[in-house]
């Protein structure tokens, strides 16, 4: 059963978040990189975009905690679901963020003129498990979240304002940690109710360490070797 939901957009220090939360131990955390090649759980996930039923136990068996895409998509479905679950909504500086998302997620999920096409369409036929994940994210973050329209800076940052100003309207006080994650274990630590660790805060996966990844994983697909169970986190 979940103890924690993450309700910020990807690209808020989510990573960093359930690599914290993990720590914490309200682990596992469910994160976009938490799906690998699980092809059933990312069918669920896009089932789930449709509008069909979800079973929540189900679809999160084995997860204490949420954070990031696809599930901060659901995360009122979710505070609905458990309503003793505090919820987090991880925030940053709005321009950075999306810089941070157009520069990652966005380029790795659509395809560019040259030879980033290629090694994408490329990638599509090796790996079954990214070119099904491309399609939930399409239909999570980039349709469902974005309305196909990210590239339009101005109409993507009034999505990430409305989304985090809708939490706080919905989300109780008590209930609710609005956290950026440069505050490091201070405020989550008081939240959660545990000890701060003796241990510098995770910081994760920041742009230049996830093109690293993009761009390790792209070789290790391209000449038909496993993915590492670190090199899931740069798939969109």
């Known amino acids: 059963m979940l103890q924690v939901i993450g309700a910020g957009l990807g690209r808020t220090g989510t990573y960093s978040l359930k690599a914290a939360l993990e720590r914490l131990g309200h682990g596992p955390c469910h994160h976009m990189s938490s799906l690998g090649g699980d092809l059933d759980r990312i069918h669920e996930w896009e089932a789930a975009a449709r509008g069909e039923p979800v079973a929540w136990d189900d679809l999160l068996a084995g997860y204490r905690a949420t954070v990031d895409w696809p599930s901060c998509f659901f995360w009122q479905e979710l505070a609905d679901v458990y309503r ?81 100003a809708h939490v706080q309207a919905v989300i109780p ?8 994650v440069g505050q490091g274990w201070g405020p989550l630590c008081e939240f959660l109710g545990v000890p701060r660790p ?39």
Do not use: K
């Open 84 to 164: 003793q679950a505090p919820v987090i909504l991880t925030v940053r500086d709005p321009a950075r963020w999306y810089a941070s998302v157009r520069d990652t997620i966005y380029r790795s999920s659509h395809r560019q003129p040259g030879w980033h096409g290629l090694a994408m369409w490329l990638e599509d036929r090796v790996c079954a498990g990214l070119r099904v994940r491309r399609r939930m994210c399409e239909r999570v973050i980039w349709e469902g979240t974005f309305g196909s329209r990210f590239d339009d800076p101005d109409f993507a940052l009034r999505v990430f304002a409305w989304h985090n």
């Open 198 to 236: 003796d241990e510098p805060f995770p910081h994760l996966n920041d742009t230049a360490a996830f093109r690293r990844m993009a761009s390790r994983r792209r070789r290790r697909l391209l000449t038909l070797r496993p993915l590492g169970p670190d090199e899931h986190t740069a798939v969109r």
């Open 173 to 180: 006080d008590h209930r609710l940690l609005v956290y950026d």
